[in-house]
């Protein structure tokens, strides 16, 4: 017994099988009365409709013949439809293919066989419509023929079965496609070649405001603005030419509502053919939310949301192009760096809303003095920047034109601006570069900008500053002292502190301040005001700041325990920054107590600009500390914000004189009025009196005549170490 071999379509032919739906159906009148006219008509025992499975054959009808299935590796049938034509086998026990068959050999002792193919719509053999005798036979031509068209007949039937079952399908799906249309988003319009409307969805009266009837029959032209409805008419006639399915889309159009109201769409077109007749199917999406949502993004993308100008990233792609231009006519452009002094004291002050107001109006005030083709952009807090194009040719003339609308600014800014009803005084300081070409990236001009900023800022803001090379060289000398103060940080030995010897009237000492040095790896030892800025950069004040605590509370008490009868008051400075740390309370509580020292052999230097900012609070901090018996100097007396009322509610102990009125003491009249005053107002106040910075034997009578009862300066003795200080005690006794 052999085995047919299958064909590659095997898998198709089952697909086939499967759709047809018959599988294991309920026996058909239709079918068997096939069955039953072959039999009768060929004088045939058995005849069968056989369905060819993927491991059975399966019979839809079976007449003289109880079983409804055999293994397909046992059909006749499985080889029948191997061919078109069909096969007939004469004695099957002669035929090599089937004379060990068990359907052969056993029950139903086939002999003859005769099987015509059933076909599907694609041509797909199915099975068969076949004969079976117990006894050899063969057909004539004209028998042959009759179980075709017998088979043609089962064939048919088996395609209308298919043929209702798709009537049903087709009608569920014409039902669930009207709902699927008029449940549709977006608008969709049928339409003839002609342009007249066949049938709209729900959301198509929504959109244009029309009911059904109203544009069901009009021509598709009412729903798009007469300007451009001739050229879409045009614009369908010229992409639709051709045979059938074609689409096109267009990105963007105007639309009409019924009211006249104009939007913009979107358009999906596809030409279809229903039967000879040619129809276009429109599918419409409104573009006014997308639009809107698209343009929001960009103002956010590209635009400062408080200020309304551009941000940084508007303003780099603005400035690549002014570059651009630059490099093609030749005329110079300027960058100008901007920003709002001391910006965050007005935060902290009056609140961030308040803040956010005044960076509106200074923008405003800004973009009302900019020149035609300036740009205006905000890239940080409080940081604005402009840009300049078209200047002129001449670096010199670019020079004089942007200083003058600095100076212009500068002026303006000057002038109290009105924020929430509340007149503000503000001042700007400006950094500004010049350039010509693409030389120099958005980078480099906004890193030179920032340096010549950085530098008006030193120079005590509200001006103006030109790049030069030189700033550079500085900040490059600045960020590499800045790079070793971080080293050092961590190395103790890199931090002497000195004593520099305080005395009285006398020439006796009666104290010392406390002083830092930084010993540098290659300028030496530097004094404070060398590396003050970059430590505060660093954020090393605080630490640093308890580091000089902590050795001078260790250092005095040493001295207390040697001398118990000698009093003697250490000064040491509190910078602004360690004043305000909020720790600073507990934390002189800690190192006063493992030091063991007494604190009333401390005094804390504080300068005027600790007086700046909330005065309650810091008469509360003052307070707490002198509780513990400390006392509290005022340095550099006259040098800062100076205010009596200062004097009044400060728990102050002695005002120290700035060295910078004591230098020209024997020839000013006009310092030795001043020292003269501020001692006899401390005196009168009731506060020790001490003036530092003396140098010479003079400066020392005079600050006696004036009332001064401390003194401070080389004229005594240079800082000290702490084991030179001892010596200079003992040769002083």
């Known amino acids: 017994m052999t085995q047919p071999l299958w064909t590659s379509t095997e898998t198709q032919r089952l697909a086939a099988l499967c759709q047809t739906g018959l599988l294991d159906t309920p026996p058909e009148e239709r079918f068997d009365r096939l069955t039953r006219m072959a039999a009768q008509h060929f004088g045939v025992p058995v005849s069968l409709i056989s369905l060819v499975d993927a491991e059975r054959q399966w019979f839809k009808s079976h007449f003289g013949l109880e079983i409804c299935e055999t293994h397909r590796d046992h059909s006749f049938c499985s080889h029948a439809i191997q061919t078109a034509e069909g096969m007939q086998v004469r004695d099957a026990t002669e035929d090599v293919r089937f004379n060990t068959n068990p359907l052969v050999t056993g029950t139903p002792h086939i002999r003859f066989y005769a099987g015509v193919p059933l076909f599907y719509w694609h041509g797909e053999r199915l099975g068969t419509l076949c004969l079976i005798d117990h006894e050899p036979r063969q057909l004539s031509t004209n028998e042959w023929q009759f179980l075709v068209d017998l088979a043609a007949i089962a064939s048919r039937e088996i395609q209308a079965t298919r043929y209702a079952a798709l009537g049903d399908e087709l009608t569920l799906q014409t039902e669930r496609m009207r709902t699927v249309f008029n449940n549709m988003r977006d608008s969709v319009v049928l339409a003839s070649a002609q342009g007249v409307v066949l049938d709209i969805n729900h959301e198509t009266e929504v959109l244009f405001g029309y009911t059904r009837s109203e544009l069901?029959?009009?021509?598709?032209?009412?729903?798009?603005?007469?300007?451009?409805?001739?050229?879409?008419?045009?614009?369908?006639?010229?992409?639709?030419?051709?045979?059938?399915?074609?689409?096109?889309?267009?990105?963007?159009?105007?639309?009409?509502?019924?009211?006249?109201?104009?939007?913009?769409?979107?358009?999906?077109?596809?030409?279809?053919?229903?039967?000879?007749?040619?129809?276009?199917?429109?599918?419409?999406?409104?573009?006014?939310?997308?639009?809107?949502?698209?343009?929001?993004?960009?103002?956010?993308?590209?635009?400062?949301?408080?200020?309304?100008?551009?941000?940084?990233?508007?303003?780099?792609?603005?400035?690549?192009?002014?570059?651009?231009?630059?490099?093609?006519?030749?005329?110079?452009?300027?960058?100008?760096?901007?920003?709002?002094?001391?910006?965050?004291?007005?935060?902290?002050?009056?609140?961030?809303?308040?803040?956010?107001?005044?960076?509106?109006?200074?923008?405003?005030?800004?973009?009302?003095?900019?020149?035609?083709?300036?740009?205006?952009?905000?890239?940080?807090?409080?940081?604005?920047?402009?840009?300049?194009?078209?200047?002129?040719?001449?670096?010199?003339?670019?020079?004089?034109?942007?200083?003058?609308?600095?100076?212009?600014?500068?002026?303006?800014?000057?002038?109290?601006?009105?924020?929430?009803?509340?007149?503000?005084?503000?001042?700007?300081?400006?950094?500004?570069?010049?350039?010509?070409?693409?030389?120099?990236?958005?980078?480099?001009?906004?890193?030179?900008?920032?340096?010549?900023?950085?530098?008006?800022?030193?120079?005590?803001?509200?001006?103006?500053?030109?790049?030069?090379?030189?700033?550079?060289?500085?900040?490059?000398?600045?960020?590499?002292?800045?790079?070793?103060?971080?080293?050092?940080?961590?190395?103790p030995q890199d931090w002497p502190v000195l004593l520099q010897p305080q005395v009285n009237t006398d020439g006796q000492c009666v104290g010392a301040e406390v002083l830092l040095r930084w010993q540098h790896p290659t300028r030496g030892l530097l004094t404070p005001d060398q590396f003050l800025d970059q430590a505060e950069q660093a954020g090393l004040l605080i630490p640093v700041g308890y580091f000089v605590l902590r050795y001078a509370c260790n250092w005095l008490a040493h001295w207390q325990k040697n001398n118990p009868d000698r009093t003697f008051t250490l000064s040491v400075n509190i910078s602004p920054t360690q004043f305000r740390d909020p720790i600073l309370l507990p934390e002189l509580a800690r190192i006063i107590t493992e030091s063991g020292v007494s604190p009333t052999g401390l005094q804390f230097e504080i300068t005027e600009s600790v007086l700046i900012h909330q005065l309650d609070d810091v008469v509360a901090t003052m307070m707490a500390v002198k509780k513990w018996g400390i006392r509290w100097a005022l340095d550099d007396f006259g040098t800062g914000y100076s205010s009596l009322s200062y004097l009044r509610r400060l728990p102050l102990a002695e005002l120290k004189i700035d060295r910078s009125f004591i230098r020209f003491l024997a020839s000013s009249k006009h310092d030795q009025a001043i020292v003269h005053a501020i001692a006899q107002l401390g005196n009168t106040l009731g506060f020790q009196v001490l003036a530092e910075g003396i140098e010479t034997q003079a400066q020392w009578q005079r600050l006696k005549e004036f009332g001064c009862q401390r003194l401070q300066g080389y004229y005594f003795s240079r800082p000290l170490t702490p084991e030179s200080f001892a010596g200079w005690l003992a040769d002083q006794s």
């Open 216 to 491: 069901i029959g009009a021509s598709i032209n009412r729903l798009m603005p007469p300007s451009i409805a001739a050229e879409h008419h045009h614009y369908l006639t010229r992409e639709f030419t051709g045979p059938s399915n074609a689409m096109a889309e267009i990105p963007e159009l105007t639309g009409v509502r019924s009211d006249g109201k104009k939007f913009p769409l979107t358009i999906a077109l596809s030409s279809v053919h229903v039967g000879a007749e040619r129809q276009f199917v429109a599918v419409i999406r409104d573009l006014t939310e997308e639009k809107a949502a698209a343009a929001a993004m960009e103002r956010l993308a590209f635009y400062d949301p408080l200020t309304e100008v551009p941000n940084r990233r508007l303003f780099l792609e603005r400035l690549s192009q002014v570059a651009n231009d630059s490099a093609r006519t030749g005329y110079f452009g300027a960058l100008i760096l901007l920003d709002l002094d001391d910006f965050k004291v007005i935060n902290d002050s009056r609140g961030h809303s308040f803040g956010d107001a005044l960076l509106h109006s200074l923008t405003q005030l800004l973009s009302q003095a900019l020149p035609e083709g300036g740009l205006l952009a905000r890239i940080g807090g409080d940081e604005f920047v402009l840009v300049l194009q078209h200047l002129d040719d001449d670096r010199t003339t670019a020079h004089q034109a942007t200083e003058k609308l600095v100076d212009n600014l500068l002026k303006l800014t000057r002038q109290p601006l009105t924020v929430q009803g509340d007149p503000v005084t503000i001042s700007l300081s400006f950094g500004i570069t010049l350039f010509n070409g693409l030389d120099l990236n958005a980078d480099d001009l906004l890193a030179e900008a920032d340096i010549a900023l950085y530098q008006s800022k030193r120079d005590g803001k509200a001006r103006a500053c030109f790049y030069t090379p030189a700033m550079q060289a500085i900040m490059l000398a600045e960020q590499t002292l800045l790079d070793e103060l971080k080293h050092s940080a961590t190395q």
